[in-house]
């Protein structure tokens, strides 16, 4: 039989590599997809305690997160194609415009 | 046999995430990501969420993953263009020494609760009818603001991809 923690194994281990991802890689599209990664485990823990309690409003939430992720995406990309149009580049260390205007 | 389709499934999920931060190539990474939320979607239906198990192919792997290789394809990225990061393994021991307690922590407080039956049910929990009954009973409101945020997620996509004079300054001029 399959326990609670092992689910709960499999989901914080999405998690923690969507934030070692987040930490550790500079190109822009790993890092929206590590973002991708962590909800992903959150949508999986959630959903293991909705089977847990035998209630479906994690189920509904989950839902509601992927809705989140889908909107994320037109917007994210959209942006990226803009900033790598202008620069050339995916790296994230030298899209800085916010903060330094007139810099780099 | 759900045990071990749920042990293939788990593998696959972590290796496909693991694959994802491993490799330069973001054309990698994201059929990296691509496997593993197909396998998350396999636990999905291991847990009795079958309308969440169509929802996450269909828009995960099917929507999402498929935009991101679109665009990656289509901006046709080449090896010089990517950023270098020759502090990437000692950044990525750096967020595992991060992580692990906090994985530690919350795993030690889940293994402390009651175990309970987990394997798939012959009721209707999670079918499109009860989830569709308790979204429209319970979370209309967020369900209303959801459709709100998508229209200006549209708005905001189309705006943001429009042809216009950039006003952003390019490199080296």
Known sequence: MISLTSYAFVSMMLFSIGVIGVIARRNIFVIYMSIEMMLNGVNLFLVTFARYHFNMDPQIVSIMVIAIAAAEAAVFLSVIILLYRSRKSLDTDIFTILSQGEKS | ?173
Request: no cysteine.
């Open chain 2, 1 to 173: 046999m759900v045990d071990f389709i749920f042990i293939g499934l788990s593998i696959m999920a972590i290796a496909g995430a693991i694959a994802m931060i491993i490799y330069k190539n973001p054309m990698y990474s994201a059929l990296g990501v691509l496997i593993s939320m197909l396998s998350v979607a396999g636990m999905f239906a291991l847990l009795n969420a079958t309308f969440l198990f169509l929802v996450q192919i269909i828009v995960y792997a099917g929507a999402i993953m498929t935009l991101i290789l679109f665009i990656l394809m289509f901006l046709n990225i080449n090896d010089e263009d990517l950023p270098a990061e020759p502090k990437k393994f000692k950044l990525i021991a750096l967020g595992a020494a991060v992580m692990i307690p906090l994985n530690v922590l919350i795993l030690s407080a889940v293994s402390k609760l009651p175990e309970k039956d987990l394997s798939i049910t012959e009721t209707d929990f999670g079918d499109i009818k009860p989830i569709g009954i308790e979204l429209f009973d319970n979370w209309l409101v967020a369900f209303e603001l959801i459709s709100i945020l998508l229209l200006i997620a549209l708005l905001g996509s189309v705006v943001l991809a429009k042809k216009r004079k950039s006003k952003i300054k390019k490199q080296g001029e």
